[in-house]
Structure formats: C-alpha cells, structure tokens
C-alpha cells in the first residue's frame, strides 16, 4: 500500500525542464516530502527535501502547494545523465507519521533523449 | 568514509538453502531498513529498526528474518529460498526513524535463487 502516486515514466529531451509531480493525498501533518534518484545498478541517492513551499538546491527545486496533497520535483535543463527512476518518499501508510515504516511508490522512469 | 556496505554483491542460491546478506554502517545512525526491488514493484519494505534491538515488518517480510544485535549491523536471512525471492535488496539507514532524514542506501545485492 503505497502512500504516493507517481507517473510511471516520462520522456524528455536534453536542455529542458521536467517536472515530475508526486500524489500523497494522506500525508501526515509532520510528515516531510523528500525524493531520490536512482540510476542502474545502483542505490537510491537523496536528491532534495521539503515540508512546504519551495525549496531549491545545486541540482533541483521542489514545489509543495499549501495542502501539501502532492509535490512537484522540477528539473532544470536536463541532460543525458538525469536518466533515472525518480522515487518521492512521504512515510508510513498508515500511521500518522514518524513510525519508521517508510513506504516507496512505484517511481517515475525518465528517459532524457539526445 | 564507507557509509552503508552490503555484502555479498551477487549470490546464486538453490532453492531449500538459506544464506544471510550483511548490511553495516558506520555512521551510527539509529534506523536501517531492508528493500527489495523487483522489474516494475519499485522498493518495497522488506523488515526496518528503528534502533538495536528493535525491529519490525514491512510490506513484504514473508521468508525473511531480521536482528539488531548492535547499532551497525542489520542481516537480512533468509531460512529457506525460494524462486520467488530472486530480485535486488538494498539496505538503507538514517539518523532516526522520522521523516526529515535522509536515507543512506547501500550499493545492492544481487540474489538469484534458482
């Protein structure tokens, strides 16, 4: 039982910006929202976190709207090397937050195209 | 500084036998958690601790046991494989169980059970 909803994959080309929206109509009110990325044969890696509103790193800005219902992971100018499963994380399913249970959704594929 | 280390990287077993993947962290963090992940499943929570001494069930936790004797180590065991728990299990940990950490993931094993 899944608590997020992602698109299961997306395409883009090189030098645009993809957003990637996560669904998580039950979050829990302390509950953060992060995403990880995860490239072939590898681990998940964090990408960038957030409770509300905006945040910007190096590599990513997140958008969370004041339900916090659902998120937008946005990635700017993407090249080659964003090809990746893209995972957002909320937390536990069932409870109301913080009981460790950390549920992944299905992720999103991107395939970034010359 | 080695972060999470999972051992082995591959293993083929027969179906019947048991084995036990090593997962080990050196950053003292309070909670690690086992995932696996299947062609198109996404992770999925497999057992978690949210300290030594503590564990609990995920979404997946038939055929595997787990312990946490010490805060660095959380072997995965599995008593008797089966076919079906062929797939790529990654170990993750973090400071603490909430949801404002970041979770540190090992680089996977690989198990085929055949």
């Known amino acids: 039982l899944a608590k997020t909803t992602q698109p299961i994959s997306m395409d883009s080309y090189e030098g645009q910006e993809v957003n990637i929206t996560c669904s998580h109509n039950n979050i829990a009110t302390n509950d953060y929202i992060t995403w990880y990325q995860q490239f072939p044969s590898q681990g998940p890696r964090f990408i960038i976190q957030g409770y509300k509103t905006k945040v910007t790193n190096e590599v990513a800005s997140l958008f969370i709207p004041a339900d916090r219902k659902s998120s937008t992971l946005s990635l700017p100018r993407v090249s080659l090397s964003d090809t990746a499963v893209y995972y957002c994380l909320v937390g536990d399913p069932h409870g109301s937050g913080n009981t460790g249970k950390l549920i992944f959704g299905q992720g999103t594929t991107l395939q970034v195209k010359p | 500084n080695a972060g999470v280390t999972q051992t082995p990287k591959f293993q083929v077993l027969k179906t019947g036998q048991s084995m036990t993947l090593q997962c080990a962290q050196d950053m003292n963090h309070e909670y690690m958690s086992w995932y696996r992940q299947d062609p198109g499943m996404g992770l999925r929570l497999i057992h978690y601790?949210?300290?030594?001494?503590?564990?609990d069930q995920g979404e997946v936790p038939n055929g595997y046991n787990v312990s946490r004797s010490t805060t660095e180590d959380f072997p995965l065991r599995l008593l008797s494989a089966a076919p079906s728990q062929t797939s790529v299990y990654f170990c993750a940990s973090s400071w603490t169980k909430t949801t404002n950490e970041k979770l540190f993931f090992g680089s996977g094993t690989q198990l085929s059970v055949l």
């Open positions: 601790s949210v300290g030594a001494g503590i564990t």
